[in-house]
């Protein structure tokens, strides 16, 4: 199993698990902060919200992952997740390839049309080079 933190001093055995009688220093600890608007908003030119992630199946971004066999199986491509509504006014169906641009460059990947994800949004996982076009501006 190896060696596990918190270790009180060079001799100690290591902690099994972190936690187990009490937590360190309570139960969290918070504090009120500023409101701060964001840096950039939508705008006629870029209308969506582009949020990027982690997906269950890949690691970071992919440098590891990306060469398993197995796991490209499951989960071969880089896409970009858009809600239904936007997506049938955009005349776009999952599997279409689509060039999602920022203020800061663009990239073409592949469509995933749910309504797993709010409307004016996107969502793209970072694991991945994409693919390369209907054009989707985003803040």
Request: hydrophobic letters at 30%.
């Amino acid at each position: 199993m190896g060696l596990q933190w918190p270790c009180l001093n060079e001799d100690h055995p290591g902690t099994r698990y972190l936690h187990k009688d009490k937590f360190a220093r309570g139960k969290g600890k918070f504090h009120a902060v500023e409101f701060k608007p964001p840096a950039e908003i939508t705008s006629e030119k870029y209308p969506f919200v582009l949020s990027t992630g982690r997906q269950l199946y890949q690691f970071h971004t992919g440098t590891m992952t990306r060469k398993s066999a197995a796991i490209n199986q499951i989960s071969p491509t880089g896409y970009v997740e858009i809600h239904s509504g936007d997506a049938e006014r955009l005349q776009i169906n999952s599997g279409d390839r689509v060039e999602v641009m920022t203020r800061r460059g663009h990239v073409t990947t592949v469509a995933k049309v749910t309504n797993d994800i709010e409307k004016g949004w996107l969502f793209m996982p970072f694991h991945c080079r994409s693919i390369s076009p209907k054009a989707l501006p985003i803040c």
